[in-house]
């Protein structure tokens, strides 16, 4: 499974951003999604998952009731909309993948086998 994530850039705080990751290769709609987060000089860090189906999804605290993760199965592609943004949210955002299929969702890196390049949000004040 090839992970392409993309749109990223720079907002201003309060504003929004939409992140799409493209997956190629592998069957997509067995498996459960995410996005983990690496800011300059932090651990990386959960964002937020969705179940294979897209009926189960999780957040990490810091993100919860201002992002929304999504997907489409038929398209390949999980989605991450990003609302009131905050300079706290800057950081290299990564998607990522399950190996197995029909696996739950996880909030842990090491359950995720596929990385995606990642793609900077950066959050201006």
């Known amino acids: 499974v090839q992970l392409q994530a993309s749109g990223g850039g720079l907002v201003q705080v309060g504003g929004s951003l939409r992140l799409s990751c493209a997956a190629s290769g592998g069957i997509f709609t067995q498996r459960a999604m995410g996005w983990f987060r690496q800011a300059p000089g932090k651990d990386r860090e959960f964002v937020a998952t969705?179940?294979?189906?897209?009926?189960?999804?999780n957040y990490a605290n810091s993100v919860k009731g201002r992002f929304s993760i999504s997907r489409d199965n038929a398209k390949k592609m999980v989605y991450l909309q990003m609302n009131s943004l905050s300079p706290e949210d800057t950081a290299v955002y990564y998607c990522?993948?399950?190996?197995?299929?029909?696996?739950?969702?996880?909030?842990?890196?090491?359950?995720?086998?596929?990385w995606g390049r990642g793609t900077l949000v950066t959050v201006s004040s």
């Open positions: 969705i179940s294979w189906s897209g009926g189960t999804t």
């Open positions: 990522v993948a399950r190996e197995s299929t029909y696996s739950s969702t996880s909030i842990y890196s090491f359950d995720y086998n596929y």
